[in-house]
């Protein structure tokens, strides 16, 4: 579809705006819509249910991810603003997430963190408010009158004080209309691209689970393991505890919270291994020399080493290390290091079989959090086969993970595309910079 400009623009004045179509108006946000109208007293009873948005359940691209229900009593205290059909919520903190999102047909008694401004539309379609207050340049003029560096914020009165381009309520409606169209044929392909990437994980991790417990051989004769959730394994293979495949007992960083200064050795916890990979950007933060050689006493990693998570939502999640980069850990990792008769990859590919996890799963336990002792993980079993077959499967399962995970990118890339896509056509559209009132309904 070609989309031509309006017949006639004029200045709007304003730099990050440009030009404008000729009968549009250029107003604050205030002009047309209000904010913050409606809160909960602080009287509601405790027993109110509600449902909970906060920031991190909303971007920019996708709109609201997840609502939390929940009694108002056990809401957290930001827990506020009522909101209706027809609003948009746009985050006042932390802007550089681009937390804003269009609220149609809401559950009864949806609430949202005071974190948000609640703009209610009063002279404007409330559709073309949520996709302009959603368009690339509103969004980036949020983000610059935003203060603070960490937490950059933006004062509610400051956001309405923004000026948008307006077009009459006939255009703002045949916009909408047009936007809801073509930003929903978008979301199919994104869609499409979200079911093959489920896909190829779930082949991942077949292929993984399938090698590590039946090997690579399909007419080698099989045995019961005598593990109900390990199930027949090949013949000649151990079933085996991992206390007795290490060549150090499974350990744990520090149960101690150190100082963090500003740069140090870097202080590796559950969130750096999230990916299943150590990621050095999302570190726990730096510890001193003297507290790494301190905590070095008891544990210090070395190429080779599997880490897995043992506590908090993510428990169960491995890494290994590949790196001769200096670094500690903390004390929801635990560390395994593999003996003689075991390979250390195919050992971590055996902890992230099926098999493996749903074991994880039935044996941890539950405090604050869920989590699982190392006295535990020590005694689960693996089916170990003989040296010369776990380099053929690791070998085999790095291949095949090497051409999923292309896959997998390459389904990743088009989304992103997509969503750029998408913030480009609505940017333009809200702008004027296109015409689309006659293609509206196409």
């Not at 507290?291 to 897995?308: E, F, V």
Request: aromatic fraction near 8%; hydrophobic fraction near 40%.
């Amino acid at each position: 579809m070609k989309l031509e400009p309006y017949p006639e623009y004029k200045d709007s004045g304003v730099e990050w705006i440009g030009q404008i179509p000729s009968g549009w108006e250029f107003v604050p946000i205030k002009a047309m819509a209000s904010c913050n109208d409606d809160v909960l007293p602080e009287s509601t009873p405790y027993d109110t249910e509600i449902e909970y948005v906060d920031i991190s359940s909303v971007n920019s691209v996708d709109g609201i991810m997840a609502t939390e229900p929940m009694t108002f009593g056990s809401a957290p205290s930001r827990a506020r603003r009522k909101v209706q059909s027809g609003d948009v919520i746009v985050s006042t903190v932390r802007t550089y997430l681009r937390a804003i999102a269009q609220i149609d047909n809401p559950p009864d008694g949806l609430i949202v963190s005071t974190g948000f401004a609640v703009i209610r539309p009063r002279t404007v379609e409330p559709g073309f408010l949520g996709y302009m207050l959603r368009s690339e340049p509103v969004i980036g003029e949020v983000i610059a009158r935003s203060t603070g560096v960490s937490y950059p914020a933006i004062n509610p009165s400051d956001l309405i004080s923004i000026k948008v381009p307006v077009p009459r309520t006939d255009d703002q409606s045949a916009i909408k209309e047009f936007l809801d169209c073509e930003t929903a044929k978008i979301d199919v392909l994104i869609s499409e691209q979200q079911d093959l990437i489920a896909l190829l994980r779930e082949k991942r991790q077949a292929v993984i689970s399938h090698t590590v417990t039946k090997g690579l051989n399909p007419n080698v004769p099989m045995k019961y393991s005598g593990i109900e959730w390990l199930g027949d394994v090949p013949e000649h293979w151990k079933v085996i505890a991992i206390k007795h495949i290490v060549s150090t007992p499974i350990t744990d960083g520090p149960h101690e919270t150190p100082d963090f200064p500003d740069e140090g050795i870097p202080f590796v916890s559950a969130e750096a291994i999230a990916t299943g990979e150590i990621d050095f950007e999302k570190v726990r933060g730096f510890i001193s020399r003297h507290d790494h050689l301190r905590y070095s006493q008891k544990y210090s990693p070395q190429i080779g080493d599997i880490y897995m998570v043992k506590s908090g939502a993510t428990t169960g999640i491995t890494a290994i290390v590949e790196t001769d980069i200096e670094f500690n850990i903390w004390s929801p990792l635990a560390a395994i290091r593999c003996g003689e008769s075991a390979i250390p990859k195919y050992i971590l590919y055996f902890l992230r079989s099926k098999n493996f996890q749903d074991a994880v799963s039935m044996y941890w336990s539950f405090g604050t959090q869920q989590n699982i002792g190392m006295g535990v993980i020590e005694n689960l079993s693996i089916a170990l086969p003989p040296k010369k077959e776990q380099e053929a499967a690791v070998s085999f399962v790095d291949h095949q993970i090497d051409k999923i995970e292309t896959l997998i990118s390459d389904a990743e890339s088009i989304i992103s595309l997509l969503q750029e896509h998408r913030i480009a056509l609505i940017s333009a559209v809200v702008t004027g910079k296109v015409d689309v009132r006659e293609v509206a309904y196409v």
